[in-house]
């Protein structure tokens, strides 16, 4: 829609009624502002605008019902309220969506910061070991405990890919079907 009827809507609030959008008698509608789907689909009746703090977050399109009638100003009123709330439950859907993934980030960045946590001691007590080695590669005893170094260190590390792939393997867990009426 175009950017004027749109700042129409966030501020009147305006319900389009489709057939005097269609025959051209709705004068707070510009025309041209309405897409040509809605013009094209019969069943579209009503266009109610969603706002929620004097923004407009979406607009529902209400099928033409089984008995003919017209929409009276209580009616429009009603419909109106409606949006209202509809766009508040939408606001409030949204604003769960962000919070979920902003734990989920959170939840992700506690899970790096114990990854690197453990990359950075295996790579410090490999460090140490490397520069030993330099200088005690002969010595016998110490050549034991760095094969024992490496094998721990190994061993952790396969740890931690186990722990990183199983954590993806939850991820990619199956989704299937529930029976809404067997939970009720």
């Not at 510009?30 to 929620?52: F, G, I, K, N, S």
Request: net charge neutral.
């Amino acid at each position: 829609l175009a950017r004027r009827s749109l700042s129409s809507w966030q501020s009147s609030g305006h319900i389009l009624l489709m057939d005097a959008v269609r025959e051209g008698t709705d004068e707070r509608c510009d025309p041209r502002a309405v897409p040509q789907w809605m013009y094209d689909e019969t069943r579209a009746w009503a266009v109610v605008p969603l706002v929620h703090f004097g923004r407009l977050t979406g607009i529902a399109v209400l099928a033409r019902p089984p008995i003919k009638r017209e929409l009276d100003w209580e009616d429009l009123d009603m419909v109106r309220v409606v949006g209202r709330q509809l766009a508040s439950y939408l606001a409030e859907a949204s604003s769960q969506q962000a919070l979920t993934e902003n734990r989920q980030f959170e939840q992700f960045n506690r899970r790096f910061a114990f990854v690197m946590h453990d990359i950075k001691n295996l790579v410090s007590q490999l460090s140490i070991l490397s520069r030993n080695a330099e200088k005690h590669a002969a010595n016998p005893e110490f050549q034991a405990d760095m094969v024992e170094t490496i094998k721990s260190s190994v061993d952790k590390m396969n740890d931690l890919l186990k722990r990183l792939s199983q954590h993806s393997q939850t991820r990619n867990a199956q989704i299937e079907p529930l029976d809404i009426e067997k939970t009720v």
